[in-house]
């Protein structure tokens, strides 16, 4: 194996790599993919539930920095660095969708409740702002935390579990009458396979090395029921992104340095990226209904650019722009304080 250092930075141009799909994902509905139906559903194949990237990763570093883990010191970390800038980033879209407007796609009594029980529904599922739902399903990872040490430390055997998780995920799906919940069990084996990747690197690396075919398969196979629309379930997306994230790992292990360190910031301030690329989203739907009928954005109106790759590449790399310099002006202004703010 190489020095440990320059194996960590493959996994830091991952996160750069799994924030950049992120975006794309949450890019794809706000163009009118009519024009090019098939291009459409074969990017949102590739791009959606990016997400469990994330948890990979996540499990990944978790084990990785594990050794000298003090439970208090976790949940003091994570409530600065990522908790509190959720409530604070959440503030914008808690006014609109409570005061302003309603929000979509919420459960038909919603909105008879109280606002004080709105913001407390909204907080406990991130419904408020579509990426934020990962919170408070990352959150009930951390409550597990001292478990899941235990068990990489006294009974790693439990590792085992990840195969029947995994086919209990591809059947179960992402969503479910619980939010969080549902969420949680469902990403469970891909946090496991991060954690367990990290702490049999050399096994799980030559795992990978003689069974990438294999994987590549399964990933194909699963990208092709997505896009042609499968039924379902089985759910395609967990087999697609679980295969992609051990091939991924491996590739970036080997070629990483082809990447230099052109991604570095923006997987530095990825997380700051997870909260506020949603904003300039509905910022530049507000622009694009200005602009094109002359009224306020009210929820219709805003998929008028077709999608294409060139729209699409456009449309995803001035989110990603506007994105990242908010972050960077934000970080010059507010110093070593900026992480409380805007996870960053």
């Known amino acids: 194996m190489k020095h440990q250092n320059e194996y960590q930075q493959h996994i830091h141009v991952f996160r750069g790599v799994a924030i950049i799909f992120i975006v794309f994902a949450h890019t794809i509905p706000s163009l009118d993919w009519s024009g090019w139906p098939l291009t459409g559903r074969v990017i949102d194949a590739i791009a959606n539930q990016s997400s469990i990237f994330f948890f990979f990763i996540a499990g990944y570093l978790f084990q990785h920095l594990s050794a000298r883990f003090s439970f208090s010191k976790y949940l003091k970390q994570k409530f600065k660095t990522v908790i509190l800038p959720y409530i604070l980033l959440s503030i914008p879209a808690l006014f609109v969708f409570t005061v302003l407007t309603q929000r979509t796609g ?13 913001l407390v529904l909204f907080m406990l599922t991130g419904k408020h702002l579509a990426p934020l739902w990962f919170v408070p399903t990352i959150a009930l990872f951390y409550l597990f935390a001292p ?18 998780l995994l086919v209990l995920s591809t059947y179960l799906g992402r969503d479910g009458p619980y939010g969080p919940i549902d ?3 469902y990403l469970f084996p891909v946090y496991l396979m991060g954690m367990a990747f990290s702490r049999f690197k ?3 690396m030559s795992l990978v090395m003689r069974w990438w075919f294999v994987l590549l398969v399964v990933a194909s196979v699963s990208i092709a029921g997505v896009v042609l629309g499968w039924s379902s379930p089985p759910y395609w997306q967990m087999p697609m992104k679980a295969s992609l994230a051990l091939i991924m790992t491996w590739q970036l292990y080997r070629y990483h340095h082809l990447f230099g360190h052109r991604l ?9 990226i997870f909260f506020i690329h949603a904003y300039f989203i509905s910022a530049i739907k507000v622009a694009t209904v200005y602009v094109l009928y002359g009224k306020v954005y009210d929820g219709q109106g805003a998929e008028e650019i077709p999608g294409n790759l060139l729209t699409f590449g456009l ?5 990603i722009v506007l994105t990242v310099s908010a972050i960077w002006l934000a970080k010059r202004i507010l110093g070593k304080n900026s992480r409380m703010f805007i996870g960053a």
């Not at 570095?264 to 700051?272: L, Q, R």
């Not at 449309?315 to 989110?319: E, F, G, R, T």
Request: charged share 20%; no cysteine.
């Open 106 to 118: 919420m459960w038909h009594w919603f909105y008879d409740l109280e606002i004080w029980q709105q």
């Open 147 to 164: 478990l899941l040490i235990w068990m990489d430390r006294k009974r790693p055997e439990g590792y085992w579990l990840i195969v029947p």
């Open 183 to 185: 969420k949680a069990i």
């Open 202 to 204: 050399q096994q799980a």
């Open 264 to 272: 570095d910031y923006i997987a530095e301030v990825s997380f700051g």
């Open 315 to 319: 449309y995803a790399a001035l989110v």
